[in-house]
């Protein structure tokens, strides 16, 4: 498997707070989502090759806009709001997780979601509620497990495979890999995903 040269050449479109200032619904787009500092952002830049088209933060939560990213004319990808920041007050949460929801249950030309979890903390009540979301809307689903390079190679594994089971066992349907920003393993597997929901086969 190699890379996919085509997600390198995405650049940013625009961002929107609402679903109404979001780009026509039209074509195809990818969404990812996450909770705070789980590793969203780099797992973006990594996949399109692209040091700061999804802005790395250290602060987390900073970013509350729905980022729409071009691939082609008519591929996007999607950075959604990090979700569950604890120093964000509840009402600010609260809407966010609206705009997502809202987002997420609405949209046409959205295929799927990568849900980018930190591979020490997998499965969050947040990461819980947005499996749900897609479940309900039969939104296909991508559990990308990141920082792998924070684990041993074999308890990467062990924990890929927990993952995998704890979601297998609520009767959801969904993929699942392993990823790190740091090394880049994972990024062809993370193409051809892509490539698959967008149909962006070269
Ligand atoms: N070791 C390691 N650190 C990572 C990786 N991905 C992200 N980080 C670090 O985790 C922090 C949060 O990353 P960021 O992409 O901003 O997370 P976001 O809030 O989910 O967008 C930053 O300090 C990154 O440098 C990774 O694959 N490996
Ligand atoms: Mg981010």
Redo the contacts with the bound molecule.
Sequence with gaps: MKPNPLYFRTEFLQSATTLREAPPDEGREVAFA??????????I?TITQRKNL?????T??R?QLLNFFQVTDSCRLVDLP?YGYAKVPKAMQAAWGKAMENYLADRQALQGVFL?M?IRHPLTDFDWQLIDWCSQTNLELHLVL?????LSRGAAGNTLLQVQRRVQSEGITASAQL?????RSGLETAHSVLDHWLHANL
């Design positions: 996450g909770r705070s500092n789980a590793g969203k952002s780099s797992v830049n999804a802005r790395t933060s250290k987390p939560g970013t990090g980018i930190d990141t920082k792998a390079d924070k990823f790190s920003s740091l090394s």
